[in-house]
């Protein structure tokens, strides 16, 4: 036979369980109420607000003048703003490749710039600008930035620049940096001459649209030619090489250096 349980037995049990569920309310309500105190409290304090903001990579610019086109001020709230607005405010700038805003520990703003690397410095009528990868130019005047790179000489049409601007990019770093001077000498006739100074005291004859598969092989050239004085290494269609007592008509009391063979690289 079964057991009969009298009501009054499980009413104590029936009443436990009801306890524990209301408790159980109560603390979730009190839990709600205790977070939104602190939300409300935390959002009317100074912790809320934007305490510093740190930028990160100017070169061409003041840190504070990217503090500024951020339209982020001290102060102000600093759930407020969108990151992806800030950056892509920052990312008009002229000379900006790259930008990532973000919010570090409780109150301030990081800001880090990518700016584009530096080509070469153009001269103009005894002035320089500093011309970036993307093709932007900077009077040097107002310049941050100071760069190791070759000075661009008589580059006044825009086609001719972008594609020297082109040939430096794909050359090695360490030719690159022996770079001191390049005169375009283009004419009608020959629209893509230039002559270039060397670091290292040689001077090179070439041609934009080679210029930099031909100077692959400067530092082997130079090699060959490191127990005769300096001179003339014309790149333009082969390569050879005349002394500068011959090619400018010097004194010459060494003896004549034979053409350096593309072969012979």
């Avoid at 100017?58 to 709230?77: I, R, W």
């Avoid at 700038?93 to 700016?115: C, D, F, H, P």
């Avoid at 010097?250 to 350096?260: A, K, T």
């Amino acid at each position: 036979m079964d057991k009969v349980i009298d009501i009054e037995e499980r009413i104590p049990s029936m009443r436990e369980k009801r306890r524990r569920k209301t408790n159980k309310k109560f603390l979730f309500m009190l839990i709600i109420f205790v977070v939104a105190l602190l939300a409300i409290l935390y959002f009317q304090s100074d912790l809320s607000k934007i305490g510093d903001i740190h930028v990160k990579g100017a070169g061409l610019h003041e840190s504070s003048f990217y503090e500024e086109q951020s339209g982020l001020t001290m102060d102000n709230p600093l759930w407020s703003f969108n990151i992806s607005n800030v950056e892509n405010r920052l990312m008009d700038i002229k000379g900006v490749e790259e930008v990532v805003v973000s919010r570090k520990w409780l109150r301030n703003i990081e800001i880090v710039i990518t700016e584009w690397n530096t080509v070469a410095y153009l001269e103009e009528n005894g002035q320089y600008s500093l011309l970036l990868e993307n093709g932007d130019t900077f009077p040097t005047g107002v310049l941050l930035r100071e760069a190791e790179a070759p000075i661009l000489n008589n580059f006044t049409n825009e086609d001719s620049l972008k594609r020297m601007s082109a040939q430096l990019l794909k050359m090695e770093s360490d030719v690159y940096h022996l770079i001191s001077e390049i005169i375009f000498d283009g004419a009608a006739e020959d629209e893509d001459s230039i002559t270039v100074y060397m670091v290292d005291g040689f001077e090179v004859r070439a041609i934009i649209s080679t210029f930099a598969e031909k100077m692959a092989f400067y530092p082997e050239v130079t090699a060959q030619l490191k127990d005769y004085e300096k001179g003339v290494i014309d790149m333009e269609v082969g390569t050879f090489f005349v002394p500068f007592t011959k090619m400018y008509g010097l004194p010459d009391e060494e003896e004549e250096v034979d053409p350096v063979d593309e072969e012979d690289e």
